[in-house]
């Protein structure tokens, strides 16, 4: 009987009175912070429209001291994702409230970065008020008993007033730091689409089945009919310019991004901006082959379709001997 049991287990720790310790899921075990802590809303940590890298970058801007730098190098350096996710979780956390970022214009031209984070969103900066403590009301304290009247005596005359100085030039106001809207999306019109000299109908034909015909080359070229029939005109300004069919269906499906969102916006980018010149002359060409130096151009004879150079078309000098022999 003197032998401990050694085999029984320890039980487990008596639970707190009035805590009821659910069956299942998650169990807390909480400690009142005394210090380094920050207070953050269930309405952040159990968001249903943010991601989990949103709500946490959220947490962690909330903890930093007013004055730190959160740009997404800094973040970048300070977390293991990456500047696209980084980047998107800032957009969230704009787009529901918790974050702002504007541009502010310093005093000396300087453009920096300003960012507002918000606890709650929905609430504008105003200044805290700290509350009047209560103190009980005093007690009434009785009136003094009024003085005697004075006597009337003559005044005396008084002195002259000595002059004031003017008061000083109340300092300007320092001009506020004007606000400069956000960064957005290109507010200037893209440059408008080329048009051919004579869209006629050969030139829409074939531009329309072109462009009808992106898709068997690269399946994400997926272009409605209205689209075709906007982009129709810059093709044709294509075919109008001796560009061949394979060179312009090469440019418009080499190299496409992924994921491709606006099929129709990067063709008439690359039609635009990637359209070639007219083709030069064949003078033109030999004139600036050799500058200074006056070339005779080549002629086809029209005998035996030999190629001589001459100024003028019609035969070679061996058709023309033979011309003169047999005359």
């Not at 400690?31 to 970058?57: E, K, P």
């Not at 869209?199 to 898709?215: K, Y």
């Amino acid at each position: 009987m003197g032998t401990p049991q050694i085999t029984v287990p320890p039980h487990g720790p008596s639970p707190v009175p009035g805590d009821a310790t659910p069956s299942s899921g998650v169990i807390h075990i909480n400690f009142r912070h005394a210090a380094g802590f920050t207070v953050i809303g269930n309405h952040l940590a159990q968001h249903r429209g943010l991601s989990l890298a949103a709500i946490g970058l959220a947490a962690h801007i909330q903890s930093l001291p007013a004055g730190a730098r959160i740009g997404i190098k800094r973040l970048t350096e300070r977390f293991p994702e990456s500047e696209t996710r980084i980047a998107a979780a800032l957009r969230e956390l704009e787009a529901h409230g918790y974050l702002h970022r504007s541009r502010v214009r310093l005093a000396d031209g300087r453009i920096v970065t300003r960012t507002v984070s918000y606890n709650q969103p929905g609430t504008a900066a105003r200044p805290v008020t700290t509350p009047r403590p209560r103190t009980a009301p005093s007690k009434p304290t009785p009136r003094p008993t009024p003085p005697p009247p004075p006597r009337v005596t003559t005044p005396e005359p008084r002195p002259a007033p000595t002059p004031v100085p003017p008061p000083a030039p109340a300092p300007q106001p320092q001009p506020t730091p004007a606000l400069v809207p956000a960064p957005t999306a290109r507010t200037t019109p893209p440059p408008p689409l080329p048009q051919p000299q004579e869209l006629t109908p050969e030139l829409q034909r074939v531009a329309t089945a072109l462009l009808a015909d992106l898709r068997r080359h690269a399946p994400q070229l997926v272009l409605s009919e209205h689209d075709i029939h906007t982009l129709t005109p810059g093709v044709a300004t294509w075919l109008e310019r001796d560009a061949h069919p394979d060179t312009i269906r090469h440019t418009l499906t080499t190299d496409l991004p992924t994921p491709l969102k606006h099929p129709a916006k990067l063709l008439r980018h690359r039609i635009t901006t990637l359209l070639p010149p007219p083709l030069p002359g064949t003078q033109d060409v030999v004139a600036l082959a050799r500058p200074g130096v006056i070339v005779i151009p080549l002629q086809n004879c029209d005998g035996c379709d030999r190629a001589f150079r001459s100024r003028h078309p019609g035969h070679c000098r061996d058709c023309r001997t033979d011309l003169h022999t047999a005359a």
